[in-house]
């Protein structure tokens, strides 16, 4: 079975040019013509063998470049599952609540340990909800109002819901910012964590039982089933240590700007380009995009 390669650059700070991309494809031993999917952005090849990422993103000699790989066959998927958190928004809402609260530096340090693995997912949520304990609902509504989409987010649910797929939006957040996100992008479905109030403020508690990695997982498992698809044939992406299980059972893993741990433990890494990368490596052309 061959490969394709993908190499994308970064919107903002990069261009794709043809001798980069000579020099990428002659590294990983590609066999054929390049063929672009964007000019100067996004281009893909083949390859017979699986192809050594380290030594593609070695040739890029720190350009703002990307190299993805996928099996020729089935390479685009019937099901996208997405983490929210510096995933599909660009910041983590809970540091942003704590922000609000005025205890934004202990709760973010708190969430970089949980998001690389270091200490127990959900006794970390807890231990962070319990600090924003008295925190008023107007300071959920101004923490929305902050939050911003990733670039090319709503072109990626777009697209991929165009071509029949089924796409779900899950977080260890919480369903206040999911539920509005998965609405602004329109995916099908969202779940997320709950806090709890008492019609004014937090309690400082949240909802039990708490979605965590095995929960994401399952998320990916029941909609694969429901979608009647192999999960061979489904794709999520994530950034953090909770996502890696999912990232892990996808027929596509992809893991974007990732925490360290995850970006050691997946192959297909974003740190450059945008969300429409993730279409690029699934074949899509730019012209084929629904876009923003």
Same mark, same amino acid.
């Given at each position: 079975?061959?490969?394709?390669?993908?190499?994308?650059?970064?919107?903002?700070?990069?261009?794709?040019?043809?001798?980069?991309?000579?020099? +990428?494809?002659?590294?990983?031993?590609? +066999?054929?013509?390049?063929?672009?999917?964007? @000019? /100067?952005?996004?281009?893909?090849?083949? $390859? @017979?063998?699986?192809?050594?990422?380290?030594?593609?993103?070695?040739?890029?000699?720190?350009?703002?470049?990307?190299?993805?790989?996928?099996?020729?066959?089935?390479?685009?998927?019937?099901?996208?599952?997405?983490?929210?958190?510096?995933? %599909? +928004?660009?910041?983590?809402?809970?540091?942003?609540?704590?922000?609000?609260?005025? %205890?934004?530096?202990?709760? /973010?340090?708190?969430?970089?340990?949980?998001?690389?693995?270091?200490?127990?997912?959900?006794?970390?949520?807890?231990?962070?909800?319990?600090?924003?304990?008295? &925190?008023?609902?107007?300071?959920?509504?101004?923490?929305?109002?902050?939050?911003?989409?990733?670039?090319?987010?709503?072109?990626?649910?777009?697209?991929?819901?165009?071509?029949?797929?089924?796409?779900?939006?899950?977080?260890?957040?919480?369903?206040?910012?999911?539920?509005?996100?998965?609405?602004?992008?329109?995916?099908?479905?969202?779940? /997320?964590?709950? &806090?709890?109030?008492?019609?004014?403020?937090?309690?400082?508690?949240?909802?039990? @039982?708490?979605?965590?990695?095995?929960?994401?997982?399952?998320? &990916?498992?029941?909609?694969?089933?429901?979608?009647?698809?192999?999960?061979?044939?489904?794709?999520? %992406?994530?950034?953090?240590?909770?996502?890696?299980?999912?990232?892990?059972?996808?027929?596509?893993? %992809?893991?974007? $700007?990732?925490? @360290?741990?995850?970006?050691?433990?997946?192959?297909?890494?974003?740190?450059?380009?945008?969300?429409?990368? +993730?279409?690029?490596?699934?074949?899509?052309?730019?012209?084929?995009?629904?876009?923003?």
């Amino acid at each position: 079975m061959s490969y394709v390669v993908t190499v994308v650059a970064a919107r903002d700070a990069g261009v794709l040019t043809a001798p980069i991309l000579a020099r +990428v494809r002659e590294t990983v031993g590609g +066999v054929d013509a390049p063929r672009w999917l964007s @000019p /100067a952005e996004a281009a893909e090849f083949l $390859c @017979p063998a699986p192809p050594d990422l380290t030594l593609a993103r070695a040739a890029l000699e720190g350009a703002a470049i990307d190299v993805l790989v996928t099996r020729t066959r089935g390479r685009r998927r019937g099901l996208l599952v997405a983490d929210m958190d510096s995933t %599909i +928004v660009t910041s983590e809402t809970l540091d942003e609540l704590a922000e609000a609260a005025g %205890i934004g530096e202990q709760i /973010a340090a708190i969430t970089r340990r949980s998001m690389n693995g270091e200490i127990d997912f959900r006794e970390a949520l807890r231990e962070r909800v319990a600090m924003l304990r008295g &925190l008023s609902l107007a300071a959920l509504e101004a923490t929305w109002a902050r939050t911003e989409l990733t670039p090319g987010a709503k072109t990626l649910v777009a697209t991929m819901r165009r071509h029949g797929a089924l796409t779900a939006l899950v977080s260890g957040g919480f369903t206040f910012f999911s539920g509005r996100v998965a609405a602004l992008c329109g995916f099908d479905h969202h779940r /997320a964590n709950t &806090l709890l109030d008492d019609g004014s403020a937090l309690t400082g508690a949240v909802g039990e @039982p708490i979605l965590g990695s095995d929960t994401k997982l399952a998320l &990916l498992q029941e909609l694969a089933a429901l979608r009647g698809v192999r999960l061979a044939a489904t794709l999520a %992406i994530g950034d953090g240590a909770n996502d890696l299980p999912m990232l892990h059972a996808a027929g596509l893993g %992809i893991a974007y $700007c990732p925490r @360290p741990v995850v970006a050691d433990a997946v192959q297909n890494c974003i740190l450059h380009a945008d969300l429409r990368a +993730v279409l690029f490596a699934q074949g899509y052309a730019s012209g084929m995009f629904e876009e923003e």
